[in-house]
């Protein structure tokens, strides 16, 4: 049972590059999320998406795009990559909200804007 | 939106000592959760804990909801207890989860 798998592990753009982390989730989860963690701080939501075929900002949504493919998979894009955006990039899913069910992290994405 | 502060933000214990996290929000949730980050970046749920009290082995936490407030206590620490230690709310607006900024800690042999 993979879980929740984020690709690519690590990657390095230019600045005004573009590109899109992919994150799938094989636990039939309803809610998917993007969260960022700078050097020394909590994790920041981007965009979360309650269920297939919806999408939401979060607290820091500027300079990013999202997609909820289908139930499985939640990809987030740079579409000009800034070096503010340097940072770890995590994606989470959960089952339905108010249930006990806790949210399951991938591993990230460390990328690195130069 | 919804404020979530967390004490202490560093903490470093002998192994064997016994902590207590805190973690404060300024509204109303829905619920509540508990992470440890490993020192290699691993994202841990440890406790979905809304309101009362769960224990799991030598952690246990609680949550007490009408006062905003949630306790992670950590007993007989060991040196991989080490990473930093999250609580997370869900505001009133279902799914949107709201990190706190952590508590390091060093537990040291």
């Known amino acids: 049972n993979a879980g929740v798998t984020q690709t690519p592990k690590f990657q390095v753009l230019k600045t005004g590059q573009s590109m899109t982390l992919q994150c799938a989730q094989d636990?039939?989860?309803?809610?998917m999320y993007w969260y960022r963690q700078d050097p020394g701080m909590g994790l920041r939501l981007i965009y979360y998406?309650?269920?297939?075929?919806?999408?939401d900002k979060g607290e820091v949504p500027n300079g990013y795009n999202v997609s909820r493919l289908n139930k499985r998979e939640f990809s987030l894009r740079l579409e000009s990559a800034a070096p503010s955006q340097t940072s770890v990039y995590f994606c989470?899913?959960?089952?339905?909200?108010?249930?006990?069910?806790?949210?399951?992290f991938g591993d990230g994405t460390r990328l690195s804007i130069l | 939106g919804i404020q979530v502060e967390q004490s202490p933000p560093d903490l470093i214990l002998q192994e064997g000592a016994n902590s207590t996290l805190r973690c404060n929000f300024s509204?109303?949730?829905?619920?509540l959760q508990w992470f440890h980050q490993n020192p290699w970046g691993q994202l841990i749920n440890l406790f979905y804990?809304?309101?009362g009290t769960k224990q799991n082995g030598r952690l246990s936490a609680t949550t007490v909801a009408t006062e905003r407030y949630s306790l992670l206590y950590i007993s007989s620490s060991q040196t991989t207890d080490s990473g930093v230690y999250f609580c997370?709310?869900?505001?009133?607006?279902?799914?949107?989860?709201?990190f706190g900024p952590g508590t390091s800690l060093s537990v040291i042999p």
């Open positions: 989470a899913s959960s089952a339905y909200r108010g249930q006990d069910q806790p949210q399951h």
């Open positions: 636990m039939n989860h309803n809610s």
């Open positions: 998406s309650a269920s297939e075929g919806t999408t």
């Open positions: 509204d109303s949730v829905n619920n």
């Open positions: 804990i809304p309101s």
């Open positions: 997370a709310v869900e505001e009133g607006s279902y799914d949107k989860v709201i």
